[in-house]
């Protein structure tokens, strides 16, 4: 059984950064970790996606040059370091694990609960 569980989020201003981290236990080995979100009325997206041995990355053209996406083999964690956050990148985040390495949401079998960030204006 895998189980994933994010934390990091909060209230921030824009232009604050912050960190969410992606705690991931069990038999996790996958192709893919990502990070998706879903703002509120609106589907959900991908932000960030990485290989399993962190050599190739996607990153949704919002968050370019802003988010990074990595990971800590020796804790089991991948994490999405956000800087120069803005109002539109209010939304829960969820981190996921998938079996192909891709932005598409749909080849991730593993979901984590979410974790909401709030960018004030």
């Known amino acids: 059984q895998v189980q994933l569980v994010e934390s990091g989020g909060g209230l921030v201003q824009a232009g604050d950064s912050l960190r969410l981290s992606c705690a991931a236990s069990?038999?996790?080995?996958?192709?893919?970790m990502g990070w998706f979100r879903q703002a509120a009325g609106k589907e959900r997206e991908n932000v960030a996606v990485m290989t399993w041995n962190g050599a190739g990355t996607i990153y949704a053209d919002s968050v370019k040059g802003r988010f990074t996406i990595s990971r800590d083999n020796a804790k089991n964690t991948f994490y999405l370091q956000m800087n120069s956050l803005k109002p539109e990148d209010t939304a829960i985040y969820y981190c996921?694990?998938?079996?192909?390495?891709?932005?598409?949401?749909?080849?991730?079998?593993?979901w984590g609960r979410g974790t909401q960030v709030t960018v004030s204006s």
């Open positions: 069990g038999r996790t080995f996958r192709t893919a």
């Open positions: 996921a694990l998938g079996r192909q390495f891709t932005a598409d949401g749909g080849y991730y079998d593993y």
